[in-house]
């Protein structure tokens, strides 16, 4: 097979075929008599299971799985695979908890809901100290009173803290935290945000089936590396399949 014929099942062009293949995305190709790649069905599916694993794992993690197959590695191409799958059930588990804590987060009354930070850190069961180090993360941003220089928290600032609380408590960092909260603002508050959140449930669905989708692609050609005397198990030494694949 020759780099056009590999391309042309994809839409892409010759030269990405090249650069995957010196990407490591590819085993390496033969070469005929006058210098030009020469490629083989194993190729062929080596660019299937890439191309299947972009969608769910990203270029660079879909690269680097398919680099440390063909370098025979295959304890660290799971290890990569393994790693996307739990940063994806991290997300889901935070989706979880926004659910959760939009469920329980009451709406904040329209009057009086401006507050200082004591009444604000008792009413949470918090020390002052922990929300100041919040407005330093850059979570909730209360203005300053011009005559005494005290924080005063608005009724939106008083609900941004209240769901930062919640979801410390369920055991989120507060930089997996602050990008949930830029979100709220971008949004317009937890109306707008709620609405996306079957959206987010699409995505997160999207992206376990794209993985599955590579997994199975990347099952195929692991099998036709066992064909071509590769040892895809777990006693399999580093260099055995590029050795293999290359013949």
Known sequence: MRPVDLAREHGLSTQAIRNYEDAGVLPASERTLNGYRSYSPLHAQALRAFLALVPGHGHAAATAVMRAVNLGDFGKALRLVDESHARLLDDRRTL????????????????????????????????????????????????????????????????????????????????????????????????????????????LSAQGRSMLRGATALNLYLDLLDGEGGQTGSSAKPGRWATASAR
């Open 96 to 203: 979880q908890a926004v659910e959760a804590a939009l469920r329980d987060l009451a709406p904040v009354p329209r009057e009086g809901g401006e507050t200082f930070v004591g009444p604000l850190a008792r009413s949470l069961g918090l020390r002052p100290a922990t929300l100041r180090a919040w407005e330093k993360a850059g979570l909730i941003s209360p203005v300053r009173d011009p005559g005494t220089g005290y924080r005063i928290y608005s009724a939106s600032d008083v609900r941004d803290a209240r769901l930062i609380h919640q979801l410390r408590r369920g055991g989120h960092l507060l930089e997996q935290i602050a990008p949930l909260i830029a979100r709220i603002h971008s949004a317009g508050g937890i109306g707008p945000l709620a609405s996306t959140v079957d959206d987010w449930h699409g995505r």
